[in-house]
C-alpha cells in the first residue's frame, strides 16, 4: 500500500502574531499555535530559533548589523518624508482659509 505523505503545513508564526496584532484572534490562540509542534517534532518557535542560528553561522552577526542599519536608514527616510507631507498638508490648508 502507498503511504500518505503529510500536508506540509505553512510556517504560521509570522503570520500568527501579525493576526493576533491586528485583533484577528485572541492572543491564548496564538500563543497555542506559535507552541504547537510541526511535522518535524519541534515547536514552530524552536525551528524559527535554529533557523536563525543557522543564518547567524552561515552569515556571521556582521550581516545582522548591515541588515539592521539599512532598516534603520529606511525608518529615517519615512519619517523625514511623513514630516514634508505633513508640513505640505499643513501649509495647503492654510492657504485654503
Known sequence: MGSKKAARE?????????MWYWGMIPRTRAATEVTRVTDKGMTVQEAG???GETTKK???PRFYEEIGK???QKVKRMIEESKRA???LEESRRKTK
Open 10 to 18: 505553512p510556517r504560521v508564526c509570522f503570520r500568527v502574531t501579525a
Open 49 to 51: 530559533r535554529k533557523g
Open 58 to 60: 552561515r552569515y556571521g
Open 70 to 72: 539599512k532598516g534603520g
Open 86 to 88: 505633513r508640513k505640505q
